[in-house]
């Protein structure tokens, strides 16, 4: 059978059992299994590629960064961020959903995780807005457009796993990540300024309420400072900085703000290596399938298509890129996403002269926004169920944001030297800088 209507075949058996509501992960490897069963491809290679998948060091990092999140979010640690956040910006117009975006942007440098975020704010601010007349479909609009965040910021999951798989710079991912996220945080909030309901805005805190709110959320807010800090200087990979972000918080943060939470900390690793799982078994399914349509030239026939369209133009490569993703994204979660199409990124990114870091960028950057569009949008699926509101009325709510999202990802495309910036002055090796040989300072391509 050729190739062609192979790949045609495990296309349409993966997205029917997804729409059957099949997990992601064993959808997947039902298109892998009847991949192989049409070709010449043997059960025990398909086994092989599900242990590769797995078998990648940097992938360590993403149960850290999960039991961060997990060790913040069940000891309350959380409330202390939640009130610096509410000192900051909760005299503005929009009140809570204003805090709900500055909190996210705290947050989503200690956890990574999206599904994380969701989790932490619709329980520790969810409740307060409903009580203060915010509806539940701009809630779980809200919510979950602030969530995606996490995954831009480092230490971002997303990052990690592009990063792990695409054998890019995960530290560069990091850094140029920032203004992105940074885009997104600060769209968010003039959005709820101008067009969001006005909410019950607080009486502006006074110095001294900000700098002891500051102070009473000083350990938690270390936590970026030893990730990033760490990386940076280079002392230690993402996956100890993860290692030294949990120690942190179990032999300081917990002992000194919530001393009873001690006694619960075999239970929140025992939940954060259960929750680790579900990536893992969708990154080692992915991996196969990857694998599957690298091997039957599905990846060439893409690629050849794009750039049959956009010749070498890098900006329409990825332009087209990001409405290909666009639309994977709406059925696929990000994980996997990006380990299934990786080699057809590979491919695009030579063919355009296109920085990796800068693709990697604007791919999870989609992705993210992937996140709250339908049918699938999982981070808004969260919000509306943590929420108490149908996914269709959040949804609604969510459609005005999406320019956001829209006007960052063409910011992303069309200004890589602003995306690209603080990598480049940081960390320069990760995005293909290299020393002058004059010996001074670094040389980075255009």
Same mark, same amino acid.
Request: charged share 10%.
């Given at each position: 059978? #050729?190739?062609?209507?192979?790949?045609?075949?495990?296309?349409?058996?993966?997205?029917?059992?997804?729409?059957?509501?099949?997990?992601?992960?064993?959808?997947?490897?039902?298109?892998?299994?009847?991949?192989?069963?049409?070709?010449?491809?043997?059960?025990?290679?398909?086994?092989?590629?599900?242990?590769?998948?797995?078998?990648?060091?940097?992938?360590?990092?993403?149960?850290?960064?999960?039991?961060?999140?997990?060790?913040?979010?069940?000891?309350?640690?959380?409330?202390?961020?939640?009130?610096? #956040?509410?000192?900051?910006?909760?005299?503005?117009?929009?009140?809570?959903?204003?805090?709900?975006?500055?909190?996210?942007?705290?947050?989503?440098?200690?956890?990574?995780?999206?599904?994380?975020?969701?989790?932490?704010?619709?329980?520790?601010?969810?409740?307060?807005?409903?009580?203060?007349?915010?509806?539940?479909?701009?809630?779980?609009?809200?919510?979950? #457009?602030?969530?995606?965040?996490?995954?831009?910021?480092?230490?971002?999951?997303?990052?990690?796993?592009?990063?792990?798989?695409?054998?890019?710079?995960?530290?560069?991912?990091?850094?140029?990540?920032?203004?992105?996220?940074?885009?997104?945080?600060?769209?968010?909030?003039?959005?709820?300024?101008?067009?969001?309901? #006005?909410?019950?805005?607080?009486?502006? +805190?006074?110095?001294?309420?900000?700098?002891?709110?500051?102070?009473?959320?000083?350990?938690?807010?270390?936590?970026?400072?030893?990730?990033?800090?760490?990386?940076?200087?280079?002392?230690?990979?993402?996956?100890?900085?993860?290692?030294?972000?949990?120690?942190?918080?179990?032999?300081?943060?917990?002992?000194?703000?919530?001393?009873?939470?001690?006694?619960?900390?075999?239970?929140?690793?025992?939940?954060?290596?259960?929750?680790?799982?579900?990536?893992?078994?969708?990154?080692?399914?992915?991996?196969?399938?990857?694998?599957?349509?690298?091997?039957?030239?599905?990846?060439?026939?893409?690629?050849?298509?794009?750039?049959?369209?956009?010749?070498?133009?890098?900006?329409?490569?990825?332009?087209?890129m990001v409405l290909l993703f666009t639309v994977v994204g709406d059925f696929i979660e990000p994980v996997p996403t990006i380990i299934i199409f990786m080699p057809l990124v590979n491919a695009l990114t030579e063919a355009g002269d296109i920085n990796a870091v800068h693709m990697g960028v604007v791919l999870i950057a989609t992705l993210a926004f992937?996140?709250?569009?339908?049918?699938?949008?999982?981070?808004?699926?969260? +919000?509306?169920?943590?929420?108490?509101?149908?996914?269709?009325?959040?949804?609604?709510a969510a459609l005005p944001i999406y320019v956001v999202f829209l006007a960052t990802i063409a910011f992303a495309i069309y200004f890589p030297s602003v995306v690209l910036w603080l990598p480049q002055k940081v960390l320069p090796e990760s995005v293909g800088c290299f020393k002058s040989p004059a010996g001074t300072g670094y040389i980075c391509p255009?």
């Amino acid at each position: 059978m #050729s190739a062609p209507v192979v790949l045609a075949l495990m296309s349409i058996c993966f997205l029917s059992f997804g729409y059957l509501g099949v997990p992601v992960p064993f959808s997947l490897m039902a298109g892998v299994f009847i991949g192989a069963i049409l070709s010449d491809v043997s059960l025990a290679a398909i086994i092989q590629k599900i242990f590769d998948g797995v078998d990648s060091e940097a992938l360590l990092a993403i149960p850290f960064f999960l039991l961060v999140g997990e060790l913040m979010s069940s000891a309350n640690v959380v409330v202390r961020i939640a009130n610096l #956040s509410v000192s900051l910006v909760g005299h503005i117009r929009g009140g809570l959903s204003q805090v709900v975006v500055v909190f996210s942007m705290f947050f989503s440098e200690m956890s990574g995780s999206t599904t994380a975020d969701v989790a932490v704010m619709s329980r520790a601010l969810g409740g307060p807005m409903k009580r203060e007349g915010y509806e539940p479909a701009f809630i779980a609009a809200i919510i979950a #457009s602030a969530s995606t965040i996490a995954a831009l910021v480092p230490p971002s999951i997303t990052a990690v796993v592009y990063g792990a798989v695409g054998n890019v710079s995960i530290a560069g991912l990091f850094m140029a990540g920032v203004v992105p996220g940074l885009m997104i945080g600060f769209g968010l909030m003039i959005y709820c300024y101008f067009f969001g309901p #006005s909410g019950l805005r607080k009486p502006r +805190a006074p110095l001294r309420q900000v700098v002891f709110a500051a102070g009473d959320a000083a350990l938690p807010l270390m936590i970026p400072v030893i990730l990033l800090g760490g990386i940076l200087t280079g002392w230690f990979t993402p996956t100890e900085a993860g290692v030294v972000a949990v120690v942190w918080i179990v032999v300081v943060v917990i002992p000194a703000l919530n001393r009873g939470h001690i006694k619960k900390i075999p239970y929140d690793f025992c939940l954060a290596g259960l929750i680790f799982s579900l990536p893992l078994i969708t990154i080692g399914a992915a991996n196969a399938f990857g694998w599957m349509l690298a091997y039957l030239r599905g990846a060439s026939y893409i690629a050849d298509m794009i750039t049959s369209i956009a010749g070498n133009d890098p900006h329409l490569i990825m332009l087209l890129m990001v409405l290909l993703f666009t639309v994977v994204g709406d059925f696929i979660e990000p994980v996997p996403t990006i380990i299934i199409f990786m080699p057809l990124v590979n491919a695009l990114t030579e063919a355009g002269d296109i920085n990796a870091v800068h693709m990697g960028v604007v791919l999870i950057a989609t992705l993210a926004f992937g996140l709250i569009t339908p049918p699938y949008g999982l981070v808004l699926l969260m +919000a509306s169920k943590f929420v108490g509101i149908s996914f269709a009325k959040a949804l609604r709510a969510a459609l005005p944001i999406y320019v956001v999202f829209l006007a960052t990802i063409a910011f992303a495309i069309y200004f890589p030297s602003v995306v690209l910036w603080l990598p480049q002055k940081v960390l320069p090796e990760s995005v293909g800088c290299f020393k002058s040989p004059a010996g001074t300072g670094y040389i980075c391509p255009k």
